[in-house]
C-alpha cells in the first residue's frame, strides 16, 4: 500500500509563475486535505475535501485552488506564485470526517521554493 | 489565544531513557480529539497516537503513551526507553467537534534530541 502519495517531490518557481501539485490516496478515504508548513511551526490547513465531489477554505486559502478529481486525487494549483508560497507543502486523507477519531494520513510532502 | 501550545523548543534525552513532551489545549468544545505525530528529518509527517475528550482511560501505543489531564487541558506525550530513531520534531495536533473539515491545529512542536 502506498498510502498518500505527492508529485513532485521538490520544485522552484519563480514568481508569478503557476503549477499544481498532485496527491493521491489508495486507501478509500473520503476526506483529503492541504497543508503548509513553513519553517519552524506546524502545519496550517489550506483547503479541504470532506468528500467526493466537495471542497472548502481551511486557515489559509489565499492564493491557492483546489480540484477533488475522484475520490483518490485532490490537487493544489498556484496560479501566481509569490515567495511568501514557499514552504513544504503536506496533502492528507482520513477515513471519516464526523467522527473526532478520525486520523489524517499525511503525504511525504512537496518542497516549492518560489525565487 | 493559543489553542495548542507546546512550551519546549527543544529537548534532549538520554538513550534507553523516557521523556515527557508537553502540550496544552485551549477549547470551549466538550467533544474533541488531541493527536501526537512525529516528523523525522525525512520530513514525513507520522501518526503516533490519539486521545479522545471522552476517553477515560491514558490512550497507549507501544512506546508511546498520553498522559490526558482534561481538566488542566494537557495532553503530554510520553516516550518510554528512547531510541536514537526517536531524534525527531514532535506536534500535538487537536480536532473540535464532529463536523467534516474540521481541521486539526497544530502546536509549533517540539524538538527532541537522544543522546547516546
Not at chain 1, 509563475?17 to 496527491?23: F, V
Not at chain 2, 507501544?62 to 488542566?72: D, P, T
Amino acid at each position: 500500500n502506498a498510502g498518500v502519495t505527492q508529485t513532485p517531490k521538490f520544485q522552484v518557481l519563480k514568481t508569478g509563475q503557476s503549477m499544481t501539485l498532485q496527491c493521491a490516496q489508495d486507501m478509500n478515504h473520503n476526506s483529503m486535505y492541504w497543508y503548509r508548513q513553513d519553517p519552524g511551526m506546524g502545519l496550517r490547513l489550506i483547503y479541504y475535501s470532506a468528500s467526493e465531489g466537495t471542497t472548502d477554505k481551511g486557515e489559509v486559502p489565499n492564493g491557492y485552488n483546489v480540484s477533488r478529481l475522484n475520490k483518490r486525487e485532490f490537487s493544489l494549483r498556484l496560479e501566481s506564485a509569490a515567495p511568501s508560497q514557499t514552504s513544504v507543502y503536506f496533502c492528507a486523507s482520513s477515513p471519516n470526517p464526523s467522527a473526532n477519531t478520525d486520523t489524517q494520513y499525511f503525504g511525504p510532502g512537496t518542497r516549492l521554493t518560489v525565487l | 489565544a493559543q489553542k495548542i501550545t507546546q512550551t519546549q523548543p527543544g529537548m534532549f534525552v538520554q538513550e534507553k531513557e523516557a521523556v515527557t513532551l508537553d502540550c496544552t489545549y485551549d477549547t470551549s468544545d466538550p467533544s474533541y480529539g488531541l493527536f501526537w505525530y512525529k516528523q523525522p528529518s525525512s520530513g514525513e509527517m507520522i501518526f503516533l497516537i490519539y486521545q479522545g475528550s471522552y476517553d477515560q482511560q491514558n490512550a497507549t501505543e507501544g512506546r508511546y503513551s498520553l498522559n490526558f489531564q482534561k481538566a488542566r487541558k494537557s495532553a503530554n506525550l510520553v516516550i518510554s526507553a528512547s531510541q536514537l530513531g526517536d531524534s525527531a520534531m514532535y506536534f500535538c495536533a487537536m480536532r473540535e467537534g464532529g463536523n467534516a473539515g474540521n481541521m486539526l491545529t497544530f502546536g509549533g512542536g517540539t524538538r527532541l534530541m537522544v543522546k547516546p
